[in-house]
């Protein structure tokens, strides 16, 4: 379930912070615990993703392609993914847009829109997502259309011999009629998918991810891709054909239609909590969503969320507010020196602090906690004066017991002076807000600049050897000391 150096100890033997009682929330990078839900996204004026490989040259033979699309403004024609230029004798398979209700299939077998056959499926609602499956059966002499599982409309192509023409494979376009919408879990398979394998993959509506696929539904599949990712090159996860996509245009990201897991660049839907509490850190909206990384942090370049310190953050609701016995770790290092929020509660008033699930850094790159007391009203900051040094990961410790009036600070191992509550009330209360990673609760502003790969907090006031286990566990994964 974790990372491959550190394992579930029940399972390898290894030290978990689980072990340890009060684990309400563990959140960390490693690949299995983060998940997208997102697609590519298209202008409708010149966006589009495309390959050149051979593998899509199809002559003579059976072969299925399709995914899932949504249109956000019509387009009469536009491309949804295929290899059909307008030109010369280029035009060999496309699914478009004929109109704001259908999707068609149009094969043209001489290559020059000679002979054409099509076919519509009609009545639909554009503005959601559809599944749709185009194909081609050479031996039953056919060509068929299925959208969201319903049976094939099938049409004889009798009109000659079908054309291999080396016009490129593209996904949001066709002979320069771009789609406007989004296109999630494209796919090519080099055989004529039966109703049945259609339906699978369709999966009742729910959608299926390539790691969800059977072997079965591996068979004679040539490319599949996930289209998670925020920017750049589109990869395909069949990884014998690697036919990754070229990003034409600066095709965007936003939401799809299945959480699956992340890929290299992809933004990041939920990080899941491996410890007991019932939330997970989430992010539905596609402009507010960090990146995930599969390596790079620290000197172990092991895998990191980016926040761009603009608008990304992910939020964990109310469940861990306002926490009165708490300890929280953190492993996270700072892009550039600006007054931000790795993490915290505030509301969008400003009017309320966190009892001490806040992290803040100040331009000069000192490390700060900041706490309110009693009803939210009374109480002051409390600041550690830690420097942090810029793209230098820290593990961090901040740990408070309630009805004490001094914080404990820990950076990298070494213990900081604990800071007095200069109030009057010394006990957590007040109402509660969200905290947040990456900002500062609901508050717009102090976003967060930086990498971060894994946070910890312990319903309880950890020990010191509880604390020193948990530090070189972090220590022992990211070398930050």
Known sequence: ??????????????????????????????????????????????????????????????FSFGCWVKVD????????????????????????TPTSTSLRILIAPYGTGTGLTLIDFTGLTLSNYNFVVASYDHIAGKIKISVNGATYIESAHTTGAFAATTAPFEIGNQSDIYLDGKIDLAFFYDKALSLSEAQDIYNSGNATSYADLTDAQKISLVSWWSLSENSGVRYDQVIASANNLTDNNSVGWAAGVLSEPVVDGAPVSKVTNLGDGATSATQGTA???????????????????????????????TEYSKLSNHTVFYILSI????TQSPYGEF??????????????????????????????????NTTSNASMVINT???????YVNG?????????????????????????????FNLSIGRLGDFAGSYFNGKFSEMLIYDAVLTPSEIESVETYLNAKYAAY
Do not use: C
Request: charged share 15%.
């Open 1 to 62: 379930m974790f990372g491959t150096s550190f394992g579930n100890s029940a399972s390898s033997g290894l030290f978990s912070p689980a072990s340890i009682a009060g684990l309400k929330l563990w959140l960390n990078s490693d690949a299995a615990n983060v998940n997208t839900e997102a697609a590519a996204d298209f202008n409708g004026s010149n966006q589009y993703l495309s390959s050149t490989s051979t593998d899509f040259n199809k002559g003579n033979e059976s």
């Open 73 to 96: 403004s019509f387009v009469s024609n536009a491309g949804v993914l295929g290899k059909y230029l307008g030109t010369g004798n280029q035009r060999s398979y496309m699914i478009t």
């Open 287 to 317: 402009l507010n969503q960090p990146v995930w990384h599969s390596s790079g942090f620290g000197t172990n370049s092991t895998p990191y969320l980016d926040f761009d310190g603009a608008n990304s953050f992910l939020t964990l609701g």
């Open 335 to 338: 892009d550039v020196s600006q």
């Open 347 to 380: 509301n969008s008033g400003g009017q309320t602090y966190s009892g001490g699930i806040t992290l803040q850094t100040w331009l000069s790159g000192t490390l700060k906690h900041r706490h309110l007391w009693g009803d939210g009203v009374n109480g002051s």
């Open 393 to 399: 990961p820290y593990i961090g410790v901040e740990k």
């Open 404 to 432: 004490d009036d001094f914080i404990s600070d820990r950076l990298n191992g070494v213990a900081l002076t604990a800071t007095k509550v200069s109030s009057a009330a010394t006990s957590i209360a007040g109402d509660k």
